[in-house]
């Protein structure tokens, strides 16, 4: 069986993206949680701002990955025939 190649440079802006989405969420769950437990913690706008600053620098990851992506100029011509693009028997609608 032949290992199939998997370029990741493809993978790595909705890396970028899958991380921010988890981080964003955690990091309100976190800093709200200090806040909504009776002490002083930080306002919903400081908050916020944590919040916003996370997103542009995840999206600002993915934009400079993509970018690099793109100014490579690779181009992969579509194979039909390759590893990963070939169903096994049972998935496979035609019969043989």
């Known amino acids: 069986m ?9 993978v790595g802006p909705i890396a970028w993206l899958g991380m921010g989405a988890m981080l964003i969420l955690m990091l309100e769950v976190f800093l709200s949680r200090g806040a909504s437990k009776g002490s002083e913690g930080l306002s ?24 690099v992506a793109f100014a490579g100029g690779e181009t992969v011509a579509f194979n039909p025939n390759h590893v990963l693009f070939q169903l096994d028997p049972f ?3 035609s019969r043989r």
């Open 44 to 67: 919903d706008s400081k908050i916020g701002s944590y919040v916003v600053a996370t997103a542009i620098v995840t999206l600002l990851g993915a934009l400079y990955m993509a970018c």
């Open 2 to 10: 032949q290992v199939p190649d998997l370029n990741l440079a493809v």
């Open 91 to 93: 998935s496979s609608v």
